[in-house]
C-alpha cells in the first residue's frame, strides 16, 4: 500500500504513472493510432514531465492522429508545483511556432490545465480574462494543504463513508462547472486514484448520487466530459470517470465529450485511447469535441467505432 500512496498536487501525475507503467494493466491497452484527437498532454513546460512538445507533434503525426491540446498545468496556490510554473508569453511563442512547424500535418492546440480551487475563483478569473487559449481545461487536484494530501489522507478517510470521502473533492469539481470558466472538464473522480487503497471502482459504482448532480450540471453549463484514460495505467484500472458515467452523462442529455491520455511520459501519449473511443461510442455519442459550443464535423470517430453508436 505505502507504494500507492496518494500524491499531492500535480506530482500526483507523474508519480503514479512512473509507479503502474511498468505494470502492465490486465486490459493491456496500448498507445492508439487513428483516434481523432488526444486533449491532455504534458510537456515540459509542466513541472512533472520532460517530454519536449515536438515529439508529441512527431508522435501524432505518426500514429495518424490529426490533432493534440498541450494541456501543461496551471496552479494557483502560491507554492504549488505549477505555480508561476511556465511562462505565459514563452509558451505560447513556443506553440505557435510548433503550430507553424506541423501545419498541414498535426493541428496543435495551446491549451491549459487549469487547477480550480473554489478559493481561487476570483485570480482564476482575471487570469482567463487576460490570457487567451485554444482550449481550457479545467480539473480539481489533491493539494498539500487539503484532505487527499499524503501526509493526511489516512487520517481523513478513516470512518468515512466511500460518499463523505468523495465529498470535498466532488464539491470542488461541482465549483469548477458551475464556474462556467471551462471547455472541458477533465478526470471527473480522480478521487479514485488517491482513495485507491481504501475504496476501488466497483465501490464508486455503487454511489451513483454523489455523480448525479455533477453530471445535471455538466449538462445545463454546456462544458465537456473529459474521458481521461489515464486510469488505464494506474492501479484503478478505468478511466476517469468509468464506462457508466459516461453512458449516464449521454442520458441525461450530455452533449459533448472529449478523450485525452494525460501523458506526461513519451510512451503515454495516446495511451489508451482506443478505449476512451469505445466508451464513448459505447455511451451513444459518435463525435468528440474541443472547444466549447463548436461543432466539429471531423471530431466524428472513425468507422471501427459506428457499429457500437
Ligand atoms: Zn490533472
Ligand atoms: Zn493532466
Redesign the pocket.
Known amino acids: 500500500m505505502g507504494s500507492l500512496a496518494p500524491r499531492t498536487e500535480?506530482g500526483?501525475?507523474s508519480g503514479v504513472t512512473d509507479i503502474s507503467d511498468n505494470r502492465p494493466s490486465p486490459r493491456a491497452p496500448g498507445q492508439a493510432r487513428d483516434v481523432p484527437l488526444d486533449a491532455h498532454l504534458h510537456t515540459d513546460l509542466s513541472p512533472d514531465s520532460q517530454v519536449p512538445m515536438e515529439l508529441y507533434a512527431a508522435q501524432a503525426f505518426e500514429r495518424g492522429i490529426p490533432e493534440i491540446a498541450l494541456t501543461d498545468?496551471l496552479d494557483f496556490m502560491p507554492g504549488a508545483p505549477a505555480y508561476e510554473y511556465a511562462d505565459y508569453p514563452r509558451r505560447e511563442r513556443m506553440i505557435r511556432e510548433l503550430q507553424e512547424r506541423w501545419a498541414g500535418k498535426v493541428t496543435i492546440r495551446f491549451g491549459v490545465?487549469l487547477?480550480y480551487e473554489t478559493r481561487y475563483e476570483s485570480e482564476i478569473r482575471k487570469h482567463l480574462a487576460s490570457h487567451r487559449y485554444d482550449y481550457i481545461l479545467g480539473?480539481c487536484?489533491a493539494m498539500s494543504d487539503g484532505p487527499y494530501a499524503r501526509s493526511r489522507i489516512a487520517s481523513f478517510v478513516e470512518g468515512k463513508t466511500i460518499a463523505e470521502a468523495v465529498a470535498p473533492y466532488f464539491a470542488e469539481v461541482a465549483g469548477a462547472i458551475r464556474s462556467g470558466f471551462f471547455d472541458t472538464i477533465?478526470?471527473l473522480d480522480?478521487v479514485k486514484l488517491w482513495l485507491n487503497p481504501w475504496f476501488k471502482a466497483t465501490d464508486f459504482a455503487a454511489i451513483p448520487e454523489a455523480y448525479e448532480p455533477l453530471l445535471a450540471a455538466l449538462v445545463e453549463s454546456g462544458s465537456a466530459l473529459e474521458v481521461n484514460s489515464s486510469g488505464l495505467r494506474h492501479p484503478t484500472g478505468e478511466t476517469y470517470p468509468g464506462p457508466w458515467v459516461v453512458r449516464r452523462f449521454h442520458d441525461l442529455g450530455g452533449r459533448r465529450v472529449t478523450t485525452g491520455s494525460?501523458s506526461h511520459l513519451p510512451h503515454c501519449f495516446a495511451f489508451g485511447l482506443e478505449e476512451a473511443c469505445e466508451i464513448v461510442a459505447a455511451a451513444g455519442f459518435d463525435r468528440l469535441t474541443l472547444q466549447r459550443a463548436v461543432d466539429r464535423g471531423d471530431l466524428v470517430l472513425p468507422e471501427r467505432f459506428h457499429r457500437k453508436v
Do not use: I, L, R, S
Open positions: 500535480v500526483q501525475d498545468h490545465e487547477t480539473t487536484h477533465g478526470h480522480m494525460d
